[in-house]
């Protein structure tokens, strides 16, 4: 009887093998992360850069998307002036020309009137995909002068928090890379599950089924700290109907920026985000069910250069990892340090 147990045994996983039913986190990212030159760093005079989405055009050029807003509203301004901009590269690495700016808040009664924020580039089914976040005041007109005001509050100011409480995640939808845009009329997705208030930061992408996979954030329900949740989203089109699953991709530790890639060579999806004081990898076999990666701390706040030294950011966030040939090729993320804020893209050898 023993025997014929271990022979079971044995058979079950042989047949699981043979299938190829078993998958197993193979990616290897962290080793292989390069040390940043001057061309690597995308820095602005007047602006502050922030959360890069990069892209590789049939023009043989990189795009990226990003948010920027001018510095003399403050780094808090984002809230209240960001847009989204476009640059170009003949490296995925850069150095980055300003082309353009794409998306901005629309100043009306829309739901994305104030600001445009936080993009993720993407190309499905023969068209390109631009998502972001945006707010509103309650559906009302804003003046400028508010609006300045505002920008420079206290996160805990009850004014702004309108705003904050207001933020959701929309795309806007193009044939070609530079425009023209067209938004859709509301957002793509709503608080539901385990994310409450908001739903920002949107990553996606085609999973094997064919299925669209949204990552979202938003503040964990029930929680009297101020902690946000990850939540995955499911729909048969890149503009929903995104239904929010009951299970979270995270909700052990607080952390913000998703990026999210479904590895056709390894059949594994990944999702790459920030944690505070390092970048990290969470992965998943289905999509659904998610755990940290074999590589679960990719970098820490300590950027190699070049030339030996160091940058150490005061922030480190926007995690952003452009797939080429199916291999990752770069991370990007975004930097402030002091009064500035760039945009860094370290090469993946």
Same mark, same amino acid.
């Given at each position: 009887?023993?025997?014929?147990?271990? *022979?079971?045994?044995?058979?079950? *996983?042989?047949?699981?093998?043979?299938?190829?039913?078993?998958?197993?986190?193979?990616?290897?990212?962290?080793?292989?992360?390069?040390?940043?030159? $001057?061309?690597?760093?995308?820095?602005?005079?007047?602006?502050?850069?922030?959360?890069?989405?990069?892209?590789?055009?049939?023009?043989?050029?990189?795009?990226?998307?990003? $948010?920027?807003?001018? !510095?003399?509203?403050?780094? @808090?301004?984002?809230?209240?002036?960001?847009?989204?901009?476009?640059?170009?590269?003949?490296?995925?690495?850069?150095?980055?020309?300003?082309?353009?700016?794409?998306?901005?808040?629309?100043?009306?009664?829309?739901?994305?009137?104030?600001?445009?924020?936080?993009?993720?580039?993407?190309?499905?089914?023969?068209?390109?995909?631009?998502?972001?976040?945006?707010?509103?005041?309650?559906?009302?007109?804003?003046?400028?002068?508010?609006?300045?005001?505002?920008?420079k509050q206290k996160a805990l100011n009850k004014e702004?928090?309108?705003?904050?409480?207001?933020?959701? &995640?929309?795309?806007?939808?193009?044939? @070609?890379?530079?425009?023209?845009?067209?938004?859709?009329?509301?957002?793509?997705?709503?608080?539901?599950?385990?994310?409450t208030t908001i739903t920002v930061n949107p990553a996606?992408?085609?999973?094997?089924?064919?299925?669209?996979?949204?990552?979202?954030?938003?503040? !964990?329900?029930?929680?009297?700290?101020?902690?946000?949740?990850?939540?995955?989203?499911?729909?048969?089109?890149?503009?929903?109907?995104?239904?929010?699953?009951?299970?979270?991709?995270?909700?052990?530790?607080?952390?913000?920026?998703?990026?999210?890639?479904?590895?056709?060579?390894?059949?594994?999806?990944?999702?790459?985000?920030?944690?505070? &004081?390092?970048?990290?990898?969470?992965?998943? $076999?289905?999509?659904?069910?998610?755990?940290?990666?074999?590589?679960?701390?990719?970098?820490?706040?300590?950027?190699?250069?070049?030339?030996? &030294?160091?940058?150490?950011?005061?922030?480190?966030?926007?995690?952003?990892?452009?797939?080429?040939?199916?291999?990752?090729?770069?991370?990007?993320? $975004?930097?402030?340090?002091?009064?500035?804020?760039?945009?860094?893209?370290?090469?993946?050898?």
């Amino acid at each position: 009887m023993l025997i014929k147990k271990v *022979f079971n045994v044995v058979f079950y *996983f042989f047949s699981i093998i043979i299938l190829g039913q078993v998958q197993v986190d193979t990616l290897s990212i962290k080793n292989k992360l390069q040390p940043v030159s $001057s061309e690597n760093i995308f820095e602005t005079d007047d602006y502050f850069n922030w959360g890069p989405s990069i892209i590789k055009g049939d023009d043989d050029f990189y795009h990226l998307f990003y $948010s920027r807003w001018p !510095k003399k509203y403050q780094f @808090s301004g984002w809230l209240t002036h960001s847009e989204i901009a476009h640059a170009v590269s003949k490296k995925a690495s850069g150095p980055w020309q300003f082309k353009e700016v794409v998306l901005m808040g629309t100043r009306d009664k829309n739901w994305d009137a104030i600001t445009a924020h936080n993009p993720k580039i993407k190309y499905f089914e023969g068209r390109y995909y631009l998502y972001y976040i945006a707010t509103n005041y309650n559906l009302e007109k804003i003046n400028e002068k508010k609006l300045i005001k505002l920008g420079k509050q206290k996160a805990l100011n009850k004014e702004r928090n309108i705003l904050r409480s207001n933020m959701r &995640t929309g795309v806007a939808i193009s044939n @070609s890379l530079n425009g023209p845009w067209v938004r859709q009329s509301k957002p793509i997705i709503e608080p539901s599950g385990p994310i409450t208030t908001i739903t920002v930061n949107p990553a996606i992408d085609q999973g094997k089924d064919g299925l669209y996979y949204l990552i979202v954030k938003g503040d !964990k329900p029930n929680e009297k700290r101020f902690i946000r949740n990850q939540a995955i989203a499911i729909a048969d089109s890149p503009i929903g109907n995104f239904k929010i699953q009951d299970k979270p991709v995270i909700d052990y530790l607080d952390t913000e920026d998703m990026s999210l890639w479904y590895d056709k060579k390894r059949d594994y999806y990944y999702g790459v985000f920030h944690a505070h &004081t390092y970048l990290g990898l969470v992965s998943s $076999s289905d999509g659904l069910n998610w755990q940290k990666a074999k590589e679960d701390v990719l970098m820490t706040k300590k950027i190699p250069l070049s030339d030996g &030294t160091f940058i150490k950011p005061d922030r480190m966030e926007r995690p952003y990892i452009l797939i080429e040939n199916e291999n990752p090729k770069v991370l990007a993320f $975004s930097v402030k340090k002091g009064d500035e804020s760039f945009i860094v893209c370290r090469s993946i050898k």
